[in-house]
């Protein structure tokens, strides 16, 4: 097991109601004026944007709007939040939403307090020294997001979706109340499931040095999140396995599985934003057409790993069973598991694997190891159902 410092700053406020108290929050933080920041019109339907700011109003927080966040988050609305922030000064942001939301708003924190080029922080180009603080109140789980420092943008202009991570875009306190995931369109499940998985998965795999204890918490995140999945399209109303669902997205991606690791990338991640920036797929969809044939182009670099996940959570000793039935199961719950599901031709392959080795890899500084030729490899797994079972 490696040495390892681990330290997350946020502060969860989990359960029924919790959301209720989000303009206490705020004043004990000494937040005067945030910027509301929230998706389309769901909240308003679903009665959630009265609460919020009738909480706020009773406890004396003003708040700016900023609506209509997409689903991918992209540049030009961010902007327009960051010249928002900064033309009423707020002193905090409050996102309202799913991890895209909750992206944004941490995206302008950080261009709230800058007068440089936003864009610059996410090709690498910048390092974030400061962010306004920033709270959230979660309505569908999935990118943890509510517990890390990491948002994902896309820069329409250039096609690229890039990330940053930083430990001043943690939340300061994110609300976590299961309820609110119930008005999640049922479409939405599967995406988020293979979200969550992939968060634990992919250091899990590429690790050169994987301690047991590590290990055995991304396998009890994935088979927690594969049962409550399971119930969820079942019942859509099991609030105890939204709410275990829920809690297991958020550990996935809050650091807790990663200390004494050695080694460990997100190349599913970094190929997936590629598919996400050219095609507007949902993160989820496109995790899924990759993920499977990752595993199997990849499955002989750590058979190790892949004996292990298949037996801990499949129980079968056979590793490329493994990789096949975490397959099926992508497909029974309605997520799509190759790039002909998406619509998206064998002809196209040569203009994804040049935009991921061009940009997500190039930043990430994985372009050496994963070439286009590689990456093409990885895609062409990815292109039929039939391919890998």
Same mark, same amino acid.
């Given at each position: 097991?490696?040495?390892?410092?681990?330290?997350?700053?946020?502060?969860?406020?989990?359960?029924?109601?919790?959301?209720?108290?989000?303009?206490?929050?705020?004043?004990?933080?000494?937040?005067?004026?945030?910027?509301?920041?929230?998706?389309?019109?769901?909240?308003?339907?679903?009665?959630?944007?009265?609460?919020?700011?009738?909480?706020?109003?009773?406890?004396?927080?003003?708040?700016?709007?900023? $609506?209509?966040?997409?689903?991918?988050?992209?540049?030009?609305?961010?902007?327009?939040? &960051?010249?928002?922030?900064?033309?009423?000064?707020?002193?905090?942001?409050?996102? &309202?939403?799913?991890?895209?939301? /909750?992206?944004? *708003?941490?995206?302008?924190?950080?261009?709230?307090?800058?007068?440089?080029?936003?864009?610059?922080?996410?090709?690498?180009?910048?390092?974030?020294?400061?962010? /306004?603080?920033?709270?959230? &109140?979660?309505?569908? !789980?999935?990118? *943890?997001?509510?517990? @890390?420092?990491? !948002?994902?943008?896309?820069?329409?202009?250039?096609?690229?979706?890039?990330?940053?991570?930083?430990?001043?875009?943690?939340?300061?306190? +994110?609300?976590? @109340?299961?309820?609110?995931?119930?008005?999640?369109?049922? $479409?939405?499940?599967?995406?988020?499931?293979?979200?969550?998985?992939?968060?634990?998965?992919?250091?899990?795999?590429? #690790?050169?040095? #994987?301690?047991?204890?590590?290990?055995?918490?991304?396998?009890?995140?994935?088979?927690?999140?594969?049962?409550?999945?399971?119930?969820?399209?079942? @019942?859509?109303?099991?609030?105890?396995?939204? !709410?275990?669902?829920?809690? +297991?997205?958020?550990?996935?991606?809050?650091?807790?599985?990663?200390?004494?690791?050695?080694?460990?990338?997100?190349?599913?991640?970094?190929?997936?934003?590629?598919?996400?920036?050219?095609?507007?797929?949902?993160?989820?969809? #496109?995790?899924?057409?990759?993920?499977? !044939?990752?595993?199997?182009?990849?499955?002989?670099? @750590?058979?190790?790993?892949?004996?292990?996940?298949?037996?801990?959570?499949?129980?079968? +000793?056979?590793?490329?069973?493994?990789?096949?039935?975490?397959?099926?199961?992508?497909? $029974?719950?309605?997520?799509?598991?190759?790039?002909?599901?998406?619509?998206?031709? $064998?002809?196209?392959?040569?203009?994804?694997?040049?935009?991921?080795?061009?940009?997500?890899?190039?930043?990430?500084?994985?372009?050496?190891?994963?070439?286009?030729?590689?990456?093409?490899?990885? /895609?062409?797994?990815?292109?039929?159902?039939?391919?890998?079972?």
């Amino acid at each position: 097991m490696e040495n390892f410092q681990f330290h997350n700053p946020t502060k969860i406020i989990f359960g029924k109601k919790t959301h209720r108290n989000i303009g206490q929050i705020l004043k004990e933080e000494g937040v005067k004026k945030v910027l509301f920041v929230y998706g389309q019109s769901s909240i308003k339907t679903t009665g959630l944007y009265d609460e919020i700011v009738d909480s706020m109003n009773a406890y004396g927080v003003e708040f700016v709007e900023h $609506s209509g966040v997409k689903p991918n988050p992209v540049l030009s609305h961010t902007l327009e939040g &960051v010249r928002k922030a900064k033309e009423h000064k707020v002193d905090g942001i409050l996102s &309202v939403g799913g991890g895209s939301v /909750l992206d944004e *708003g941490k995206a302008i924190a950080v261009g709230a307090l800058d007068d440089g080029d936003l864009w610059d922080f996410f090709t690498g180009k910048r390092e974030i020294k400061r962010a /306004l603080p920033n709270y959230t &109140v979660l309505t569908l !789980a999935a990118t *943890g997001s509510e517990m @890390n420092g990491y !948002a994902v943008i896309t820069n329409e202009q250039t096609a690229e979706k890039l990330s940053i991570g930083s430990i001043y875009t943690f939340p300061r306190v +994110s609300i976590l @109340n299961p309820e609110l995931t119930l008005s999640v369109p049922a $479409s939405y499940q599967p995406y988020s499931a293979v979200d969550v998985i992939a968060h634990v998965i992919e250091w899990y795999f590429t #690790c050169t040095v #994987c301690p047991g204890i590590s290990n055995r918490l991304v396998e009890s995140i994935v088979k927690t999140v594969i049962e409550t999945t399971e119930k969820i399209i079942k @019942n859509p109303s099991d609030y105890d396995s939204r !709410a275990q669902f829920m809690w +297991s997205a958020t550990l996935a991606l809050n650091g807790i599985t990663r200390p004494g690791y050695r080694g460990g990338i997100y190349v599913n991640h970094m190929i997936a934003h590629s598919l996400g920036a050219l095609y507007d797929l949902p993160h989820g969809a #496109c995790l899924s057409i990759v993920i499977p !044939a990752w595993m199997w182009w990849y499955k002989e670099k @750590n058979r190790p790993q892949f004996e292990r996940f298949s037996r801990e959570v499949f129980g079968t +000793s056979d590793y490329q069973e493994g990789i096949k039935t975490l397959k099926r199961w992508f497909r $029974s719950i309605g997520a799509p598991v190759s790039l002909r599901d998406a619509g998206i031709p $064998s002809s196209d392959i040569d203009r994804i694997a040049n935009h991921v080795h061009s940009t997500t890899a190039k930043v990430w500084g994985l372009d050496r190891e994963y070439t286009v030729e590689k990456i093409k490899e990885i /895609l062409y797994l990815s292109l039929r159902s039939n391919i890998v079972e």
